[in-house]
């Protein structure tokens, strides 16, 4: 709430880009997640072989759902997989933890 009423907005995105003269965009470029991911895990010095990254949390949440029970269509549904393979591609990465 604090923060819908600092950008005079009560709907679209959370995480937002700011301009030169310090207003708010509409929408962060995604690309820009992925640097301040990286900047924050050099930052905090928790490194484990690769840079986090936007991807990392969208195979992360899949997984999640994967251990929580749901159904692949369920987890398709929720990360936006229009098919079977494209959703299992992430979901292998399980059996290696």
Avoid at 10 to 18: K, T
Avoid at 44 to 70: I, K, M, N, Q, Y
């Amino acid at each position: 709430m604090r923060w819908s009423n600092l950008i005079g907005e009560n709907h679209g995105f959370i995480l937002r880009s700011f301009k030169k003269n310090l207003g708010v965009n509409a929408s962060l470029n995604p690309a820009s997640l992925n640097d301040i991911l990286k900047r924050l895990q050099r930052k905090s010095g928790v490194l484990h072989g690769e840079d986090l990254s936007g991807h990392s949390f969208r195979v992360g949440a899949a997984l999640d759902l994967l251990e929580r029970g749901e159904s692949l269509e369920r987890i398709m549904l929720k990360g936006g997989w229009k098919s079977d393979s494209s959703a299992m591609r992430y979901l292998r990465s399980w059996e290696l933890v």
